[in-house]
């Protein structure tokens, strides 16, 4: 079957570490998303990607990026790592139609718990 | 530009009782809205979604949501709550060729 997988699911780092976490989906799904959710702000976007070698920032995209160099993978890096991005990290995919509409309907990972101390 | 405002960050229903959960949403163009499920320590789980077919969409697990233009609107719905309800519910809506944007969800208690 095919899915979406995050790893690590679980990370503690120090501040100012270059973290990266990792999505890779098995859906063949030409668009890519990052969100963090933290409590009281529901799930926010960071970066987005509409297929390989594009990328978009989001809502709350400051001091996070991203690159796509294949269909199945979007790593999302923390490039030095603040307490204030302590947040689980959420990964999701969706289709294209035929005619090239972004099919709305994205599916999640399991999501990364990650403490920066 | 689209939002997405769940009425009750919290809300609690005996076993049996009406589910009731509230989303209005704002939108420029024509939405496409969607109900979200998130159990404890888990992705999210889509439930149902609206995409200008029907206006009462029915979902998985016994929940339904009526898109109502007028009020703005798209709540959701089980007539009859049980204990493996209790979890985390999200509204999203989307213009149809952007990312989906979501409420900040609503915490369904269900109570013996």
């Known amino acids: 079957d095919a899915e979406i997988t995050q790893s690590p699911r679980h990370k503690i780092t120090e501040t100012g570490r270059q973290v990266t976490l990792a999505c890779h989906q098995t859906w063949n799904h030409n668009n890519m998303f990052w969100y963090r959710q933290d409590l009281g702000h529901g799930l926010r976007l960071i970066h987005y990607?509409?297929?390989?070698?594009?990328?978009n920032k989001g809502e709350v995209s400051d001091g996070y990026s991203v690159s796509r160099s294949n269909t199945e993978d979007l790593p999302l890096t923390l490039e030095s790592a603040a307490s204030s991005q302590t947040s689980v990290y959420f990964c999701?995919?969706?289709?294209?139609?035929?005619?090239?509409?972004?099919?709305?309907?994205?599916?999640f990972g399991p999501g990364t718990r990650l403490t920066v101390l | 530009a689209q939002s997405v405002t769940q009425l009750g960050s919290h809300v609690s229903v005996s076993e049996g009782a009406l589910v009731l959960l509230r989303c209005n949403y704002s939108?420029?163009?024509?939405?496409?809205l969607f109900w979200y499920v998130q159990y404890p320590n888990q992705g999210l789980q889509l439930l149902l979604k609206?995409?200008?077919?029907?206006?009462l969409v029915k979902g998985i697990n016994g929940f339904e949501a009526e898109f109502k233009k007028s009020e703005t609107s798209f709540h959701l719905t089980k007539p009859s709550a049980h204990m493996s309800d209790a979890a985390e519910y999200f509204c999203?809506?989307?213009?149809?060729?952007?990312?989906?944007?979501f409420g900040k969800g609503t915490r369904l208690s269900v109570i013996a």
């Open positions: 999203a809506v989307s213009g149809g060729n952007t990312p989906l944007v």
């Open positions: 990607s509409y297929g390989v070698h594009d990328t």
């Open positions: 609206y995409t200008s077919a029907a206006t």
């Open positions: 999701a995919s969706s289709g294209t139609t035929s005619g090239g509409a972004l099919y709305n309907e994205q599916f």
């Open positions: 939108s420029s163009v024509p939405p496409y």
